[in-house]
Nanobody, 127 residues
């Protein structure tokens, strides 16, 4: 049984930094591209960042480039999302997801491409 468990969210002040973690189990982690998505109230879930099997390739949505960093530790079956200088518009539930159909080096950005999802972790940024 595949499980993805996110942690690290909470209430933060604008300008703070934050690191989200997602621990995966029940899958061969090194064969999955991983992604982070977020969903703000009243909005659709959107792609934020993705990382390939080995971590050699990363991809970001334009609005977070330069502030968000995705990384993975395959020895720990964990993917991370570091957020620098959080902004109120970063307020959302953040989800990690695993893509079992990914190819080495590949990263997809659509929600339908990902097969497994975590339960999400809430990030709330106060101004």
């Amino acid at each position: 049984q595949v499980q993805l468990v996110e942690s690290g969210g909470g209430l933060v002040q604008a300008g703070d930094s934050l690191r989200l973690s997602c621990v995966a189990s029940g899958l061969t982690f090194t064969r999955y591209a991983m992604g982070w998505f977020r969903q703000a109230p009243g909005k659709e879930r959107e792609f934020v960042a993705g990382i390939s099997w080995s971590g050699g390739n990363t991809r970001y949505t334009d609005s977070v480039k330069g502030r968000f960093t995705i990384s993975r530790d395959n020895a720990k079956n964990t993917v991370y999302l570091e957020i620098d200088t959080v902004k109120p518009e970063d307020t959302a539930v953040y989800y990690c997801a695993a893509d079992r159909r990914s190819l080495p080096g590949g990263i997809t950005t659509t929600t339908t491409s990902y097969d497994y999802w975590g339960q999400g972790t809430q990030v709330t940024v106060s101004s």
